[in-house]
């Protein structure tokens, strides 16, 4: 009897706790709770303030915040390519993440740790604005909502001591405002040569851990800590003023930085063609490297010479040996109006042996187009030496092209003294009530410079250096600079205008080294002008 009855008595313990089972089932199904309330409709104008605040979260940025526009069509660009996007940026995951992890494991003993699966999922990111911040140095700085609930599958696999344990990663969703900075901006492509990322506010990170195939979030606490770490660590590390660095390519290559001297000597030139009706010619040479902000440099004036003996020295800086080439150009000299050109010619870099002379003897040419019959007309010839010296390692200058660098003043600089750069970068809205070929004059001491004349333009880019070398700081000083178009048509009543002028105070110089700032112009609606000045010294 005994056996019969623990035989009846487990057999019903199993069916009584089968019928739990299933009446529990579906009065957790159909029983319909007390506590939840269908949701009430009010108007935005009826809720509380804290209903408000909640909802806010959920408005995209460009809503709550005029700084910010609305990038709809980056949002339609990263759905269509989220397919091939996802797979690179998983394999430049693995590729940046293996050599850390192989670095890493012998130290805790682990025989492997590797990917068995990395997707990021089907749902891409969502970007609720962008904002551009307007800088005037060679950079494009770019704050950017993002919002991001994806369904990812990132499945890690750790062997130890024979035994092998597996997490994997779920639901992630992420919401997080990052600082996007491309500089410095190049103009070698893709333009910038790298990438900082900072976080403007600690990001909201949230996902599901698989720990053996078991939810370790649904552990009790367990949820929160992680939480809380997450947005520690990420804090600690990218949350602005930190940031993380992406080299896009090697600044010094992108920049174009000096990689030699070339030495120039203008030795003569002969059997040139007079422009004066009335005796000889008043030649002279323009020298000027191709890619190279600085003015031409120019030989004396020989005058009513035909056959001109000039032996003048020129250096120039070298950047880029292999496209860089020398103009050579001959004008007439005139007291009155402009320049007659007599001819010109091109000395390509790239035809000189490094630390070997090399003289020229170049006829000259209407143009340099090879095809144009006024380049069989004779002209004369000039002749020219010319010597490239590549740097040394130990003489390659550094920081040369950095905008934020203000480089050391040349050797001869007077002692207490320095050297003042003034750089004429661009201007905008500029208006001539007649016409609008600008060009820009600047006044200093008593000097009158001036960079060239842009046609037609309301918007003209000069990128003009300016150099004056003092002997002493000028801290009481100012430089008067004027835009002034000019116009050569016959018969107008006005063919000089001004556009508007500022003049620039130059104690901030002196104290900070550097300025690079927009200024309004005076006696103009709009127009703006870009001015960078640096004041350099020997110390």
Not at 123 to 151: D, R, S
Not at 508 to 514: E, F, I, L, T, Y
Request: net charge neutral; with cysteine.
């Amino acid at each position: 009897m005994g056996i019969i009855s623990t035989i009846l008595g487990v057999f019903g313990f199993g069916i009584g706790i089968s019928i739990g089972l299933v009446i529990g089932y579906f009065l957790f199904i159909y029983s319909q709770p007390t506590d939840v309330k269908d949701p009430e409709l009010q108007p935005l104008l009826e809720k509380d303030s804290k209903s408000l605040q909640q909802l806010l979260l959920e408005i995209p940025f460009w809503i709550k915040n005029p700084d910010y526009d609305r990038i709809d069509w980056l949002n339609k660009f990263i759905e269509y390519m989220w397919p091939y996007l996802d797979k690179a940026i998983c394999k430049m995951a693995k590729k940046i993440a293996d050599p850390i992890i192989a670095e890493q494991i012998p130290k805790y003993k682990v025989d492997s740790v590797n990917f068995e699966t990395l997707t990021l999922g089907s749902l891409p990111p969502t970007f609720q604005g962008m904002k551009v911040y307007n800088t005037e140095e060679k950079e494009l700085i770019m704050e950017l909502g993002l919002k991001w609930a994806a369904n990812p599958n990132i499945l890690v696999a750790a062997k130890a001591f024979g035994l092998k344990a597996t997490v994997q990663v779920l639901d992630l969703q992420v919401f997080a405002c990052p600082r996007i900075t491309l500089t410095p901006l190049v103009p070698s492509f893709p333009c910038f040569a790298n990438i900082y990322v900072s976080l403007m506010e600690k990001p909201h990170v949230d996902f599901g851990v698989k720990l053996l195939g078991a939810d370790a979030m649904s552990i009790p606490g367990v949820y929160r800590i992680v939480q809380e770490l997450i947005k520690d660590q990420v804090a600690n590390m990218y949350l602005w003023p930190k940031r993380l660095e992406v080299q896009i390519m090697d600044p010094a290559k992108a920049m174009k930085k000096p990689v030699g001297i070339l030495n120039v000597n203008v030795v003569r030139a002969t059997k040139l063609k007079k422009k004066d009706l009335l005796g000889a010619s008043d030649p002279y040479v323009k020298l000027k490297l191709a890619d190279d902000k600085l003015p031409s440099k120019k030989t004396t004036v020989k005058h009513k010479n035909l056959n001109p003996e000039w032996n003048e020295e020129f250096t120039f800086v070298v950047k880029d040996p292999e496209t860089q080439v020398l103009d050579l150009s001959v004008y007439d000299w005139e007291q009155v109006g402009s320049h007659d050109k007599m001819g010109l010619n091109v000395i390509p870099l790239k035809d000189l042996t490094p630390e070997e002379p090399k003289t020229f003897t170049l006829d000259l040419l209407k143009n340099l187009n090879p095809d144009d019959v006024q380049n069989e007309k004779s002209r004369g010839q000039i002749v020219v030496e010319a010597n490239y010296k590549p740097f040394k390692d130990n003489e390659v200058p550094n920081n040369v092209e950095d905008s934020d660098t203000v480089q050391k003043a040349p050797e001869g600089t007077p002692d207490g003294g320095g050297l003042l750069v003034i750089i004429v970068h661009e201007a905008q809205d500029l208006e001539g009530k007649n016409h609008n070929n600008p060009s820009v004059r600047l006044l200093f001491r008593g000097e009158e410079k001036k960079t060239k004349v842009v046609k037609k333009s309301r918007d003209p880019r000069w990128e003009e250096e300016f150099q004056f070398t003092l002997d002493e700081p000028p801290t009481n000083d100012r430089v008067h600079i004027e835009v002034i178009s000019t116009s050569k048509r016959m018969g107008l009543l006005h063919p000089k205008e001004s556009l508007g002028y500022v003049d620039i105070y130059l104690s901030d110089v002196v104290q900070n080294k550097r300025i690079n700032e927009r200024y309004h112009l005076i006696d103009s609606k709009n127009g703006r002008i870009q001015i960078e000045m640096q004041w350099r010294t020997a110390s």
